[in-house]
Each structure stands twice: as structure tokens, then as C-alpha cells.
């Protein structure tokens, strides 16, 4: 990695993780305030004619994401991660601000696309470089810091249905005033990010890495079971995050601002707890085992089967945040261990190619997902049987994560 002695290596690895923290807060808040400013939204543009094309909104980011998340790994893996970084941010931040001047149904299905082209390039590229720079000992607790960004953004985002509301600012107004942030932030990110020596590799090695990709990605049994392991949970996940405010909403006759709040607020402050939490024990747990971090993720998927059902079947407003604070404890640990898992099956010059595999599985299912549950609710199927399935699936995942074997022949 670098020269510097181990003490200015550890400080920048951490300033790495303090630099992306307020990326991926931009990153999920200009996702999350979609889902929350959805009455106002469907208001302004008359052309969203029922729940299946919200569904299609928000199903077209996620089918876009998707495709492109293994290319954009490809790319960070090739061409290094903070060239990656900065241009996703710089881009998509671009088209927040333009999303905040559409005026019909196809040209916001439009921008969410262009959103999901550009922000697929970050999420592999970013913990990538979180786990060049940060080996076992830090390494879960650097992604859970980093994914706690990822849930502050999302809290903000459960606030924007007070600001669609206000008639001082407006659901255009947010998209406009995040977009220029973005912007703003995306030219000394660049200044201040590097990447590690050896993340770009020789070029005469090109032709080898990519038969790799097929024989140490695709070819990997343990990789193949964390790509599952890694989507079946994350439908739920969708959901919970798209849907929950609409479904607060008409369940409990709540108006868009309370809604908003009620379904992100405590949920996402219980997945950033989760995530330290999750991390913290992933990596104390290494200590005695290398299966430490398997172990820590299954026991938050364990804490989805209560809170599925409690979300499912809550006959009042107190007992879904409760069942939405356990999905969030669950959801952190969940999180938090993912790359690190993936960290211990395959090599590092793979590993973006590979987040971006499985985002490509994981979020054209969730796209499917978001619009399979706004076909399932126009048909009247009760919120309870759909997330007992989700219960249901959650208990498989347990199964097919403990299933994983670390390597022992990778570095770190």
C-alpha cells in the first residue's frame, strides 16, 4: 500500500471514510425525499396515474443501477476509485437539480434512470476504497461509519415531506437545493481522495483479470451464495424504505410530513446504530474466528423475522416503529458486513467488480419488488401476508449466509 508509517496510514484511511461520509448521505438523501415528497409529486405531475407507475418511478432507478453496477465496478477496479467517485457524484447531483424541473410522468421516469446510470458508479467504487485502505482490524467498523452516512441521508430524507409541504419551498426546491450541494462538494472530494497503489493493475494483466472476473467471481461458489444472500434480504429492504411512508400514511391517516418521519426517522437511526453496533462485534469477533463477520450479519438477519411480522401486522402506529426500529437494528448488522464478507472470498482487485454484481442481482430484484408491491396493493393483498413472505425469506437467508466459507489464501 503506501510507505508512510502505519500511524499516517490508519489516519488517512479513516479521513477516507470522513470524505465519503457526507457522499453517501447526499447519495441515499437524493433517493429517500422521492419516496417522501411522493403526494406532492403526484400532485404536480398528473400524468402518475395510479400506484403501478409510482412503482415504475421507482423501479426504473433500480433496473438502471442495476445494469450498470457491474461496469461501474469494472471501471474502479480499472481505472481507480477516486476518478470514479468524484465524476459519479458530480453527475448525478446534476441530474438531482435538473429532476427538480420535470413537469410530466415520462420525463421523471426519465431522470430517475439518468439518476440510476449515475449514482451506480459510486456504492462499489467507495467500499472498495474503504477496504483498500482499511484491513481486518478496522474493517467492518470503517463501512458501518461509512453506511451511517448512508442512514443520515435517509433520516433527512424522511424530513423532506415538511419541505414539499411548505409552501415556501417545495418538493422542486429540495431536488434543486441537494443537486448544487453535490455539485459544490464533488471538486474538493477529488483534491483530497487517492487511491492505493495497487489498485490499478499492470496493464499486461488486463486479458488475465478478465477471465478472472468469470473463474474468481462467477466461478465462486461462496461468491455465488453472497450474491443470493445479499438480494433476497434487500427486497424487503425496498420496500420498507420506497414504500413505508405511503403505507403509514393510508393505514394510520397521517399527513405526508409525519408519515415521512414516522417511517424513516426510526428506522435508519436504528440501522446506524446497527451498523456501529454490527461492525464494532464483526470485527472484535475476528479475533477468535474468521467466520466472525458471517456470524455477526446472520444474527441481523435473525432480527428480521420479528420485525417483518410486527411491521406487517401492527394494529397501531407506535407498534410499526417498533417493529421498523428492529428491522433497522437487523438491517445495520446485515449491512455493515457485507463488503467485508466479500473481502474474504475474493481478491481486491476484484471486490468493486464484484459489489457491483451483486448490486446488479440484488436491485433489479428490489426494482421488481417496488413494483410487484404497488401491483400487489392496488389489489387489495393485505400488508400482513406480504411481509410474512418477506419473514419468511429472511429465515432462508440466515441459512445461506452461514453457508459461506472465507478463503485463506487472500490478502487483505
Known amino acids: 500500500m503506501n510507505p508512510a508509517p502505519a500511524s499516517n496510514t490508519l489516519r488517512y484511511a479513516w479521513l477516507v471514510v470522513a470524505l465519503l461520509f457526507p457522499v453517501a448521505l447526499l447519495n441515499y438523501l437524493d433517493r429517500q425525499m422521492l419516496a417522501t415528497m411522493k403526494a406532492s409529486m403526484v400532485g404536480d405531475i398528473p400524468s402518475i396515474a395510479?400506484?403501478?407507475?409510482?412503482?415504475?418511478?421507482?423501479?426504473?432507478?433500480?433496473?438502471?443501477?442495476?445494469?450498470?453496477?457491474?461496469?461501474?465496478?469494472?471501471?474502479?477496479?480499472?481505472?481507480?476509485?477516486?476518478?470514479?467517485?468524484?465524476a459519479s457524484l458530480f453527475v448525478w447531483s446534476a441530474v438531482t437539480w435538473l429532476t427538480g424541473h420535470v413537469t410530466t410522468f415520462h420525463e421523471?421516469?426519465?431522470?430517475?434512470?439518468?439518476?440510476?446510470?449515475?449514482?451506480?458508479?459510486?456504492?462499489?467504487?467507495?467500499?472498495?476504497?474503504?477496504?483498500?485502505?482499511?484491513?481486518?482490524?478496522?474493517?467492518?467498523?470503517?463501512?458501518?461509519?461509512?453506511?451511517?452516512?448512508?442512514?443520515?441521508?435517509?433520516?433527512?430524507?424522511?424530513?423532506?415531506?415538511?419541505?414539499?409541504?411548505?409552501?415556501?419551498?417545495?418538493?422542486?426546491?429540495?431536488?434543486?437545493?441537494?443537486?448544487?450541494?453535490?455539485?459544490?462538494?464533488?471538486?474538493?472530494?477529488?483534491?483530497?481522495?487517492?487511491?492505493?497503489?495497487?489498485?490499478?493493475?499492470?496493464?499486461?494483466?488486463?486479458?488475465?483479470?478478465?477471465?478472472?472476473?468469470?473463474?474468481?467471481?462467477?466461478?465462486?461458489?461462496?461468491?455465488?451464495?453472497?450474491?443470493?444472500?445479499?438480494?433476497?434480504?434487500?427486497?424487503?429492504?425496498?420496500?420498507?424504505?420506497?414504500?413505508?411512508?405511503?403505507?403509514?400514511r393510508e393505514k394510520f391517516h397521517l399527513g405526508q410530513g409525519q408519515a415521512g418521519?414516522?417511517?424513516?426517522?426510526?428506522?435508519?437511526?436504528?440501522?446506524?446504530?446497527?451498523?456501529?453496533?454490527?461492525?464494532?462485534?464483526?470485527?472484535?469477533?475476528?479475533?477468535?474466528?474468521?467466520?466472525?463477520?458471517?456470524?455477526?450479519?446472520?444474527?441481523?438477519?435473525?432480527?428480521?423475522?420479528?420485525?417483518?411480522?410486527?411491521?406487517?401486522?401492527?394494529?397501531?402506529?407506535?407498534?410499526?416503529i417498533v417493529g421498523l426500529i428492529i428491522f433497522g437494528l437487523g438491517w445495520g448488522f446485515f449491512d455493515c458486513n457485507n463488503m467485508p464478507i466479500l473481502c474474504q472470498i475474493a481478491r481486491p482487485e476484484l471486490r468493486a467488480t464484484g459489489y457491483g454484481i451483486m448490486n446488479l442481482v440484488s436491485i433489479s430484484c428490489g426494482g421488481f419488488g417496488d413494483w410487484a408491491f404497488g401491483a400487489l396493493r392496488d389489489q387489495h393483498v393485505p400488508l400482513n401476508l406480504i411481509f410474512g413472505t418477506f419473514a419468511g425469506i429472511a429465515l432462508l437467508s440466515v441459512f445461506i449466509v452461514l453457508m459461506i466459507k472465507p478463503r485463506t489464501d487472500i490478502s487483505d
Open 108 to 248: 421523471l421516469m426519465a431522470a430517475r434512470a439518468l439518476m440510476g446510470i449515475s449514482e451506480a458508479f459510486y456504492i462499489p467504487a467507495a467500499l472498495a476504497l474503504i477496504t483498500d485502505f482499511h484491513s481486518g482490524p478496522t474493517r467492518s467498523r470503517a463501512v458501518g461509519v461509512h453506511q451511517s452516512g448512508i442512514y443520515l441521508g435517509q433520516i433527512l430524507g424522511g424530513f423532506a415531506g415538511y419541505a414539499a409541504d411548505s409552501p415556501e419551498h417545495g418538493w422542486r426546491w429540495m431536488f434543486s437545493t441537494c443537486g448544487l450541494v453535490g455539485l459544490v462538494y464533488a471538486i474538493p472530494l477529488f483534491a483530497a481522495l487517492r487511491d492505493p497503489a495497487r489498485v490499478t493493475p499492470v496493464a499486461a494483466k488486463a486479458a488475465e483479470e478478465k477471465v478472472s472476473v468469470f473463474r474468481d467471481l462467477l466461478g465462486n461458489r461462496n461468491f455465488l451464495l453472497l450474491v443470493l444472500y445479499f438480494t433476497l434480504p434487500a427486497i424487503a429492504g425496498w420496500v420498507v424504505r420506497d414504500w413505508m411512508p405511503e403505507i403509514l
Open 261 to 320: 418521519v414516522s417511517a424513516i426517522l426510526f428506522v435508519q437511526i436504528a440501522s446506524l446504530i446497527g451498523a456501529l453496533i454490527g461492525g464494532t462485534l464483526a470485527d472484535r469477533w475476528m479475533k477468535t474466528t474468521n467466520r466472525g463477520r458471517i456470524f455477526a450479519s446472520a444474527i441481523g438477519m435473525m432480527l428480521f423475522l420479528p420485525a417483518l411480522f410486527g411491521v406487517g401486522n401492527a394494529p397501531t402506529l407506535t407498534l410499526a
Open 50 to 86: 395510479n400506484k403501478a407507475d409510482w412503482g415504475l418511478v421507482l423501479g426504473c432507478f433500480k433496473w438502471t443501477y442495476a445494469v450498470l453496477s457491474p461496469f461501474a465496478g469494472y471501471v474502479a477496479d480499472r481505472l481507480g476509485r477516486r476518478h470514479v467517485i468524484a
